[in-house]
């Protein structure tokens, strides 16, 4: 498959020849794990370094022997969907003495290890900080017990660390987001949706107890993803008289006709005087209180269980990559690093300073310095506690500011999952700024048609877990209907408008802009937020629904792959949605460890197609039984689906047989992911402060009148920055012909899956993580936590 330029070839640059990395996972388990290993080990491979396994975590480096195995290529075949880590973890409290330590050393040293890679915790990166500062002294030692040479403390003088942090709590400060804890908010959602119905027709209370001993995200993210009704994390206990409070939230949520209630304890709660608050107190609450039928149910284990969702298998393998590039970089004198995540970006920071930050978080949590440990968890944290009170917890009428402003919501074009997340925060933002908020049903049709009303408060509870578009939405543009539309405005008094959708919601958006000159109506501030599966609105690197489609992708094509385990060699082709955009095709293909992925980005001929058969023909004759490999629907119009399926099958006669399947609209459907709940929830809130913001601005003698371009903006995420930029200003950044942006992150990628599946391909580094330094709070962090 033809590549694209890079400005720097990675494998011209650095080489691992000579080197050996060794990679293990320590501490408790989190789904990904598994992703992260096979990246260090084909990546390291890749670039010509020996790669072992350490099984069992500092148990197995101690005890050396069998425990410090070679990987190859086959090795971690089929690993990616495995939960858990197939290379073992375990606690080591020898590690942690000196001799232990010292064992430890002389085992790499006899391999020639001199670079760790290690996927763990905060203990178990803090351990691995301090084995690298004793390591001289620990060679030395060896040496003079006789149980090396002493050239050796010459030949291995430095122990090279990189981190990747696996943990379910993301209780790390530095990265937005640390391996594990996206599946992990996946199996609680599960859990709260299947509750949620069987709560609903008994009218019953529901108190979810979920891990989180020392960091309360768990609690707080999914808390905000399914909108509980209350929530008790330890970062920030309830004040005194809490029992009151929570009572009668709950009464009045009850009295408005909602027949369930939902309340999420992480299971390291406290109050303000540091007494625990388990999730049986609060049902012996409830029901004294009350008299609500209440039970409870502790997720426990089940967390960390199953099978790793897309976002993780993304994160681990970006991170995996990162890991061996930052250990091949490293000098004599470079500090020990992590790999992070900050917005949509790797970047490596100094382990100890992010390991001395989550320290300080328990100091100030442990001097009930609450306040300040939930600005040390960072601002992502801070933006979702103070999201979730905004949305759960009404104000009373004679509270609410006054704003006299109508602002209407509506989406536009295909449904994506999330949409309805992000019309209820939008809708609960702005009656908590004061405004009287409009719905438009079926898009811009039923604006024309008149089909807006008033939505209340209560009209949009337990709209965060419902997949497709309650209000309902169409792909008809405003263009031809704008007069129509102009006087429904002037009708209902619409003094701004806020659009949830794709492409036709960007184009739509443009039209209005332009309908100013002629009707002042549309001189109002107006916002879209990106929610399209296909991913390709431009001004924007993620849209709301994208995940959502991932998942369900990478989930069939587990399922797909698994059909033919114990059977002959067999390849599958898999067809995805996205029009001309290849998001969900390359990103999918990386998430499932597919071969290739046709897309229209990256043009190919049959030269490239007749090259990938003979690529996966020599690939099944190892021990590799299945391929994979995906086509974006529009990526050809000759190389269709039956053509390559038909090529694949002709050509790989005799070693492999073939299998198509074309996923279509179930890639639309189903309950939207934790990650396109929040990522809805958050940008619709941060779109409905802009509008409030823009309205007092634009508000003179009587009248909203805004006709600059910044007041027509659209509110995407790039890099590491939720960012408002004028649509207009992003129409030369726009394929219109095509329906995609002009440049695409993801792109950078392709040789990234390419080089997992064996390909021998460039790899630009330009973008890679450079050493930062922790800062209190990083500029734009709460903007960059890409939703979570």
């Given amino acids: 498959m033809a590549q694209p330029d890079t400005k720097k070839v990675f494998f011209e640059n650095l080489s691992g020849t000579g080197k050996a990395i060794a990679v293990l996972t320590s501490g408790g388990d989190a789904q990904g794990m598994n992703a992260a290993v096979r990246a260090v080990v084909r990546m390291g491979l890749y670039v010509g370094a020996k790669v072992y396994f350490i099984h069992e975590g500092y148990q197995g480096m101690v005890d050396g022997g069998e425990n410090i195995e070679e990987a190859s290529w086959e090795s971690v075949s089929s690993m990616l969907q495995v939960g858990g880590t197939v290379i073992g973890s375990a606690r080591c409290k020898e590690f942690r003495s000196h001799e232990g330590r010292l064992k430890a050393a002389h085992n790499l040293v006899l391999q020639g290890i001199t670079n760790l890679c290690v996927i763990g915790g905060d203990g178990s990166l803090t351990g691995a900080n301090l084995f690298r500062e004793e390591w001289s002294g620990l060679l030395t030692e060896l040496v003079d017990q006789g149980l090396i ?92 008289g809490w029992e009151d409070k929570m009572c009668q939230k709950l009464s009045a949520t009850r009295s408005r006709g909602t027949r369930l209630n939902i309340i999420i304890v992480a299971e390291g709660a406290i ?54 590039l930052a250990l091949l970089e490293t000098t004599a004198n470079t500090p020990a690093c992590v790999v992070s995540l900050c917005g949509n970006q790797s970047v490596r920071l100094p382990l100890m300073e992010c390991v001395q930050m989550t320290q300080e978080v328990q100091r100030a949590m442990d001097g009930k310095r609450f306040e300040e440990a939930v600005k040390l968890r960072g601002r992502s944290f801070e933006n979702n506690l103070r999201t979730y009170k905004l949305l759960a917890h009404r104000k009373p009428e004679s509270e609410l500011p006054v704003s006299n402003f109508n602002v209407a919501v509506l989406n536009v074009g295909a449904p994506a999952a999330g949409m309805n997340a992000a019309v209820r925060s939008a809708v609960r933002v702005g009656i908590s700024e004061g405004h009287k908020m409009f719905a438009v049903s079926d898009g811009f049709e039923g604006f024309y048609k008149g089909q807006i009303r008033e939505i209340k408060w209560a009209d949009v509870g337990g709209w965060t877990g419902q997949g497709g578009s309650l209000l309902g939405t169409k792909r008809t543009l405003p263009a031809k209907h704008v007069e129509k539309i102009a006087e429904q405005m002037r009708m209902n008094n619409i003094n ?157 006669k005799g070693v492999f047989d073939s299998r198509k399947n074309v996923l279509g609209h179930m890639q639309q459907g189903g309950a939207p992911s934790p990650f396109d709940r929040n990522f809805g929830t958050k940008i619709s809130a941060k779109a409905m402060q802009w509008v409030t913001k823009k309205l007092t601005e634009t508000f003179r003698h009587g009248r909203v009148f805004a006709n600059t371009e910044d007041s027509c903006c659209l509110l995407g995420m790039r890099r590491r920055a939720l960012v408002f930029q004028p649509v207009v200003q992003l129409k030369d950044e726009t394929d219109f012909v095509h329906r995609i942006p002009k440049e695409q992150w993801w792109l950078k990628l392709r040789p990234l899956m390419k080089i997992l599946a064996k390909y021998k391909t460039s790899y630009d580094v330009s973008d890679s993580g450079q050493l930062e330094h922790v800062i209190r709070n990083r500029p734009k962090e709460s903007d960059a936590s890409v939703a979570m």
């Fill in 149 to 240: 040479e002493a050239d050796a403390v010459q030949k291995y003088s430095a122990l090279h660390i990189v981190g990747m942090v696996g943990s379910i709590d993301n209780d790390f400060c530095g990265t937005d987001m640390t391996i594990g804890t996206d599946s992990a908010l996946h199996r609680i959602i599960e859990v709260v949706d299947a509750i949620m119905t069987t709560a609903q027709s008994h009218q019953r209370t529901f108190v979810l107890e979920v891990m989180g001993r020392h960091c309360g995200y768990l609690a707080l993210v999914s808390a905000l993803a399914c909108g509980a009704d209350w929530v008790l994390i330890p970062e920030m206990p309830p004040e005194d």
């Fill in 271 to 324: 109050d303000r005087h540091g007494t625990p608050i388990t999730s049986g107190i609060v049902k012996d609450l409830v029901v004294k209180c009350l008299g609500f039928d209440t039970r409870v149910t502790i997720l426990g284990h089940v967390q960390r269980g199953g099978t790793p969702s897309a976002f993780d298998r993304i994160l681990a393998s970006r991170m995996g990559v990162e890991a061996v």
């Fill in 496 to 652: 701004a408008l806020l659009i949830v959708g794709g492409f036709e919601a960007f184009e739509s958006l443009l039209q209005l802009y332009e309908a100013r000159t002629t009707y002042e109506e549309f001189c109002i501030p107006m916002c879209m937020l990106p929610a399209t599966i296909s991913n390709n609105v431009p001004g924007t690197d993620l849209s709301i629904g994208a995940d959502t489609a991932l998942n369900a992708i990478v989930e069939t094509c587990d399922r797909i792959k698994q059909s033919a385990s114990g059977t002959k060699r067999r390849v599958f082709i898999i067809e995805t949605m996205g029009g001309y955009c290849g998001y969900l095709a390359s990103v999918g293909g990386l998430a499932a460890g597919a071969d290739a992925a046709y897309i229209y980005e990256e043009p190919f001929d049959i030269k490239d197609l007749q090259a990938n058969v003979e690529h996966l023909t020599e690939k099944m004759k190892t021990s590799i039984q299945r391929g994979l490999v995906l086509r974006n629907e529009n990526c050809n119009e000759n190389y269709t689906t039956d053509f390559i399926y038909q090529l694949y099958s002709e050509e790989g």
